[in-house]
């Protein structure tokens, strides 16, 4: 019923900005929990960031906090992380995920609904 469609992965050097987009169709963000991960040759899935799609609050990980911001246009229907003065160790695939059931708006907890990843490099 839902689809995640992921858009705006790029190559860039690192202090610069990107913008990640994550289409929904079939249910509506306003009544979602979505979240941002990123999973690193090597590494385990990080949880980014996540947001409520009915005014609740954001969640950022340490390592983006005050670097990444999560939002989402419920007109659109769409997902966001703004991407600014990044690192070389933001360098992942980066995935957005959403879940509607009631539970805690967070990166810890169970995303049903998954994008299909977009690649981010970050050049030193």
């Known amino acids: 019923r839902v689809q995640l469609v992921e858009s705006g992965g790029g190559s860039v050097q690192a202090g610069g900005s990107l913008r990640l987009s994550c289409a929904a169709s079939?249910?509506?963000?306003?009544?979602?929990?979505m979240g941002w991960f990123r999973q690193a040759p090597g590494k385990e899935r990080e949880g980014v960031a996540s947001?409520?799609?009915?005014?609740?609050?954001?969640y950022y990980a340490d390592s983006v906090k005050g670097r990444f911001t999560i939002s989402q246009d419920n007109a659109k229907n769409t997902l966001y992380l703004q991407m600014d003065s990044l690192k070389f160790e933001d360098t992942a695939m980066y995935y957005c995920?959403?879940?509607?059931?009631?539970?805690?708006?967070?990166?810890?907890?169970?995303?049903?609904?998954w994008g299909q990843g977009n690649q981010v490099t970050v050049s030193s």
């Open positions: 079939g249910a509506s963000l306003r009544w979602a929990c």
């Open positions: 947001i409520y799609g009915d005014g609740g609050s954001t």
């Open positions: 995920a959403g879940d509607w059931s009631r539970a805690d708006c967070n990166t810890r907890r169970l995303y049903y609904y």
